[in-house]
Nanobody, 125 residues
Framework: QVQLVQSGGGLVQSGGSLRLSCAAS????????MAWFRQAPGKERDFVAG???????NYADSMKGRFTVSRDNAKNTVYLQMNSLKPEDTAVYYC???????????????????WGQGTQVTVSS
């Protein structure tokens, strides 16, 4: 059974930074794509960033230049570094893992098989 355990998040002022971590246990996920999504109250879960097994990353347009996704396969962990945070970044952030090898991490939530518990990120103005 795969478990994704998230850490990080919290409250930060506009312009600040946070780093989220997502540690996988129960299975070696180093060969599979992983991604971050977020969901604000009353809105759908949206793609934030993804990283493939060969460390090819991709981002939603509004995150480019501000967010960086990375992975440490030795630790079975994926990170999301968030800089220049804005109030509109406030949401619950989820990490996700796919079990289908791919050279790119898709932005479609339905492609991911396992999800973390979610982490609240609140950006105050």
């Amino acid at each position: 059974q795969v478990q994704l355990v998230q850490s990080g998040g919290g409250l930060v002022q506009s312009g600040g930074s946070l780093r989220l971590s997502c540690a996988a246990s129960g299975h070696i996920l180093s060969t599979y794509p992983m991604a971050w999504f977020r969901q604000a109250p009353g809105k759908e879960r949206d793609f934030v960033a993804g990283i493939s097994s060969i460390a090819r990353d991709n981002y939603a347009d509004s995150m480019k230049g501000r967010f960086t996704v990375s992975r440490d396969n030795a630790k079975n962990t994926v990170y999301l570094q968030m800089n220049s945070l804005k109030p509109e970044d406030t949401a619950v952030y989820y990490c996700a893992a796919s079990t289908v090898p791919s050279v790119a991490a898709t932005s479609s939530a339905s492609a991911y098989d396992y999800w973390g518990q979610g982490t609240q990120v609140t950006v105050s103005s």
